[in-house]
């Protein structure tokens, strides 16, 4: 998972800010790009401007990048990702803050044509990424931090005599449980053992660790004892402060157990 790829973005070469513009006017980019996300493309809807070499998009695009929320009121606006990290522009003032503090270098927003335009690479670096340029691919990439957590399933002699009756008390209902680092995924009453979960894959968007959860079910013509049972799985999510877990079915890649 480390220096994983999570956005391409096809903005071509002059999105770089080690190319030198030679002028502080802002100029908008050549066609209108499209970015990638987790493979998936993602248009701009509107493209890019080029100031002081830089780049900035627009607020609701820079929102749909980064899976935030965007709002904009009395010419202040909000970035929020999460309860942990949100952006405040005072757009007439050009200030920002990070988490209600203000920055003294930081990068404010700009104002063309009644619309909002935040910088791109500075809100990328502070959510813990990086944008470099593939040659390759001929794209900017988006490349997220080193993550060095990891999904871990604890043996019985790894628990602690809490974190071992926490799980008795929550493994019958189903559920994602959560004591600390410690996760119960519970799929609830079966009615025989054939049916249990499995872990698949894990991903990092941003600073989101997404782990898919399989629900199997009996494999045709076995047979099982009728014996009600209650799978369940304990994993341990050693997660920076910056980042959050969520963990998906399999086949829908919805939340599990959303229905």
């Given amino acids: 998972m480390k220096g994983k790829v999570w956005i391409a973005a096809v903005l071509g070469i002059q999105l770089l800010v080690s190319q030198p513009l030679g002028t502080a006017t802002a100029a908008e980019a050549p066609a209108a790009p499209s970015i990638y996300v987790n493979k998936a ?54 200030k920002v803050a990070v988490n209600g503090k203000w920055i003294e270098n930081g990068q404010g927003a700009l104002v063309r044509n009644n619309q909002v335009y935040l910088p791109l690479r500075w809100i990328v670096e502070q959510a ?98 009728q014996v009600i049972s209650y799978p369940y799985l304990v994993v341990i999510a050693d997660l920076s402060p910056y980042s959050t877990v969520v963990f998906l079915d399999a086949d829908t890649k919805k939340p599990l157990f959303a229905s």
Avoid: C
Wanted: aromatic residues 8%; hydrophobic residues 35%.
């Fill in 128 to 225: 813990g990424g990086s944008v470099v340029w593939n040659p390759e691919k001929k794209a900017v990439e988006i490349v997220s931090s080193t993550h060095d957590e990891d999904l871990v399933f604890p043996k019985e002699d790894q628990l602690t005599s809490d974190e071992k009756a926490y799980i008795e008390k929550v493994h019958k209902t189903q559920g994602i449980h959560q004591q600390g680092n410690l996760y119960v995924i519970a799929r609830g009453e079966s009615p025989n053992p054939g049916y249990s979960l499995k872990v698949t894959g894990t991903e990092w968007s941003w600073e989101q660790l997404r782990v898919f959860v399989k629900l199997t079910k009996p494999e045709p013509g076995m047979m099982y004892p």
């Fill in 41 to 94: 493309q993602l248009p701009l809807q509107k493209e890019p401007l080029l100031v002081d070499q830089r780049t900035y998009i627009t607020a609701e695009d820079a929102a749909r990048i980064v899976q935030a929320d965007w709002k904009l009121s009395a010419g202040t606006g909000v970035l929020k990702r999460s309860e942990k990290l949100s952006f405040t522009f005072d757009v007439n003032a050009g």
